[in-house]
C-alpha cells in the first residue's frame, strides 16, 4: 500500500483469518490507510454490510504478500507494477480489479543544490528506500530521459529508511533521493529540499512521455485471486462500490482525513498539517474512480512495455492480468 506511517488503522483489525473464504465474506488485507479508517469509523462500511448482505473481514498488516500467498486474503493491494513479482512469490494467478492510487515519488534534491535533473548528478549518492517498488519505475525513467543507470552504474546508490530520506537529504548525508512527499513534509515546508523535474511524480512523467492523459503507473491497485474473482463476481462488484464511496469521501473530506489521522501522512505539527492539506490539493495521488476500462489497462500495461524496452525487467516478464469493469453493466 501507499507507505504510511506505522500504526494499526482503526477499521482494520489483527492476523487474518485462516479459515477458508466463504462465499459473502470478503477477507480484504490492507496496510493502513486513512481514507478506510475514515469510512470504518463514519459508519460507511457498516452500512455497506447492512445494504449488501456481505461482510468484509479485514486485517492491517505490512505484510499483505505473506497473507496473500498463505491462502488468508482474497483481496489485497500492491503496486500495478509489483504484480508479477507477486504471483512469483506467491505462486497464484491473480487479477487487478480496481485502482486507488498514482506512484506519487519524486526526486528531491537540497535547495542549494544548482541541479537542474539527475543528470547532473551523475556519481552523486541517490538515497532509494528500496531498489524495487518506485526505484523501478524511476530506473525505466531515467534510462528514458537521460540513458543513465539508476541501481547499477551512474549514481552511488544508499539504501535507507523511508521515513528518513529527506532528512538524511537536508543534512547533507546524500545528494538527491527518491522520496515520498507525504514522508517529506517537514523539509519540503522549511524548504531545505526541493523536488526536480517541476515536482512531477514518477507517474507524471511516465503518462507526459509515453502515455498521455493516463494516471498511473499505480503505486496501489487492488488484486485478487483470480479463483475467487471467477467465482465471486457479485462480492468483487460490491468490492469496489464500497471503494468508490470511499473515494467519494475522500474529495469531500480530504483535509479532514489528513486532521483526523496525520499519523498516516508523517505529519504530527499544526504546521505540518497545514502544509500537506495544501501539497494534497495540488498534487493528489488518489484516483477518483477504482473502476477502469480497457484503454485504462493498455495505458496501466505500458510501464512493462517500458522497463523491458530499458532493461530494467527480463522479455519473459508478463503483463498483469486486468478486469475491466468500468462501463460495464453490473
Not at 97 to 106: F, K, L, V
Not at 163 to 185: F, H, K, M, T, V
Not at 244 to 265: C, N, S, T, V
Request: hydrophobic share 40%; with cysteine; aromatic share 10%.
Amino acid at each position: 500500500m501507499a507507505v504510511f506511517t506505522s500504526g494499526c488503522a482503526a477499521g482494520l483489525g489483527g492476523p487474518a483469518s485462516a479459515r477458508a473464504a466463504q462465499d459473502g465474506e470478503i477477507r480484504f488485507t490492507f496496510a493502513p490507510d486513512p481514507i478506510w479508517d475514515y469510512m470504518h469509523d463514519t459508519g460507511l462500511v457498516d452500512e455497506w454490510q447492512d445494504e449488501t448482505g456481505y461482510r468484509i473481514e479485514t486485517s492491517a498488516t505490512w505484510d499483505e504478500f505473506g497473507l496473500f500467498a498463505g491462502g488468508h486474503a482474497d483481496i489485497i493491494s500492491t503496486a500495478s507494477f509489483e504484480v508479477p513479482y507477486l504471483e512469483e512469490q506467491t505462486q497464484r494467478e491473480t487479477v487487478i480489479i480496481g485502482r486507488y492510487n498514482a506512484e506519487r515519488s519524486r526526486i528531491l534534491v537540497r535547495s542549494d543544490d544548482p541541479a537542474q535533473s539527475l543528470e547532473d548528478l551523475r556519481g552523486k549518492r541517490l538515497g532509494v528506500f528500496t531498489t524495487v517498488s518506485g526505484t523501478l519505475v524511476w530506473s525505466a525513467l531515467i534510462k528514458q530521459m537521460h540513458d543513465m543507470n539508476l541501481v547499477d552504474g551512474d549514481f552511488e546508490v544508499v539504501v535507507a529508511d523511508i521515513q528518513n530520506l529527506s532528512n538524511l537529504l537536508a543534512r547533507g548525508e546524500i545528494d538527491a533521493c527518491i522520496c515520498y512527499p507525504d514522508l517529506s513534509a517537514r523539509e519540503l515546508r522549511d524548504g531545505s529540499v526541493r523536488p526536480l523535474y517541476d515536482g512531477k511524480s514518477s507517474a507524471d512523467l511516465f503518462a507526459e512521455l509515453n502515455a498521455p492523459g493516463h494516471d498511473g503507473p499505480m503505486g496501489n491497485v487492488f488484486v485478487a485471486r483470480k479463483d475467487w474473482v471467477d467465482e465471486h463476481p457479485d462480492e468483487v462488484s460490491a468490492f469496489l462500490d464500497l471503494w468508490d464511496r470511499g473515494l467519494a469521501e475522500w474529495q469531500k473530506h480530504r483535509e479532514e482525513m489528513i486532521e483526523m489521522y496525520p499519523q498516516h501522512f508523517a505529519v504530527a505539527t499544526p504546521e505540518d498539517i497545514e502544509f500537506m492539506k495544501k501539497y494534497v490539493a495540488e498534487h493528489d495521488w488518489v484516483v477518483n474512480e477504482v473502476r477502469f476500462d480497457q484503454k485504462w489497462a493498455e495505458d496501466e500495461s505500458s510501464i512493462f512495455d517500458l522497463m523491458r524496452s530499458t532493461g530494467i525487467i527480463g522479455d519473459d516478464i508478463k503483463d498483469p492480468q486486468f478486469l475491466p469493469t468500468q462501463g460495464v453493466h453490473q
